[in-house]
């Protein structure tokens, strides 16, 4: 595990709280924390690995001893970064959108720790696993808790007599994106339909979903955005985000026009004011997702040939195809 990364539980104020991690790229996701007037509690996701989590909950429970005792687990959405530590908050109610629970049941924990183990058996899901996140964290301890609650829409739940609004604006980062918002603070705890700092990552979409998922967010009440990945801030983040999606989208749509593959696509839109953002990858399965939303499904590029143009295009690729294929670009 890469000890370098700076892990910051951040008070909220009103017993609120943020568990942040590193800089948010691959698997450095954050959490949230909520007490109630009772001592009731309740928690935002849990992290990719059982020992990052269990480090989390303990500073929950020394920032507020009520936190030993978690009563109700969100889970934002599927991806392994906000749920394999479920195992870890006892017999808390884990709530998640139905989506959601169906995501997690097709690619469970299990699957992620014999890939990690062994990744050369499982191609190219093997080797971008390994690439992005099995160098850094150990799998070893995770497992595979399924949500005992779920719901389509939204739900409100009250923790202490507070009101948590849940509200689904998935499909969009997955297929079952919820946020969690908190009225009587102006908080909004949004998953990873928020990276603040880094190239979102659109593994379902479609684009016009998370633009109006932005949207959504943007015309809460709220003055705190914990978002999935990266600092903690405010609704600039977000409006950033929303930034970023209608100008890739633009790019995108550009070179659709123009006729070329979406292979080629994802290897010629520029990023425009993003360019600072990390994981800059993330841009071929967003092109690749805009291609199906622009195509209406017709152009459905596989999973595994969207990873191996990640694999290739982070590696410093200029082009989709391997050298020598004739485009002129440098290889
Ligand atoms: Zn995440």
Redesign the pocket.
């Known amino acids: 595990m890469n000890t370098r990364i700076t892990r910051t539980l951040q008070e909220l104020g009103n017993g609120l709280y943020a568990w942040v991690q590193g800089d948010g790229s691959w698997?450095w996701?954050n959490s949230g924390l909520v007490v109630g007037e009772d001592g009731q509690t309740l928690v935002v996701d849990t992290l990719f690995t059982g020992a990052l989590t269990q480090d989390m909950l303990d500073a929950y429970a020394k920032a507020e001893p009520a936190a030993a005792k978690i009563d109700v687990l969100v889970n934002t959405h599927s991806?392994g970064?906000?749920t394999f530590g479920n195992h870890l908050v006892g017999d808390a109610r884990i709530i998640a959108s139905e989506a959601t629970r169906e995501e997690m049941e097709e690619r469970p924990a299990g699957f992620f720790k014999a890939a990690s183990a062994n990744p050369a058996a499982y191609g190219v899901f093997g080797e971008f696993l390994h690439e992005y996140m099995g160098k850094t964290f150990d799998f070893s301890d995770i497992e595979h808790v399924a949500p005992t609650e779920v719901f389509k829409g939204s739900r409100t739940l009250h923790v202490g007599g507070r009101r948590v609004e849940l509200t689904e604006l998935g499909p969009a980062h997955t297929r079952g994106d919820i946020i969690v918002y908190l009225p009587d603070s102006k908080v909004c705890y949004t998953?990873?339909l928020v990276f603040h700092g880094g190239h979102p990552i659109m593994w379902a979409g479609p684009v016009g979903n998370w633009i109006a998922a932005c949207d959504h967010i943007l015309g809460l009440d709220v003055d705190v955005i914990v978002p999935?990945?990266g600092a903690v801030s405010d609704k600039s983040a977000v409006q950033g985000l929303r930034d970023y999606f209608t100008h890739i989208l633009a790019e995108t749509k550009a070179c659709y026009d123009a006729g070329l593959d979406w292979e080629a696509a994802a290897f010629e839109v520029g990023y425009a004011n993003f360019d600072s953002w990390l994981d800059r990858e993330r841009v071929v399965a967003n092109v690749a997702t805009i291609y199906r939303d622009l195509s209406g499904g017709k152009v459905n590029p596989a999973q595994e040939d969207v990873l191996r143009q990640m694999l290739r295009y982070s590696k410093g690729a200029n082009c989709p195809h391997d050298a020598p294929c004739g485009c002129g670009k440098a290889h």
Request: hydrophobic content about 0%; overall charge negative; glycine content about 34%.
């Open positions: 698997g996701s991806n970064d906000h998953g990873d999935g990945h």
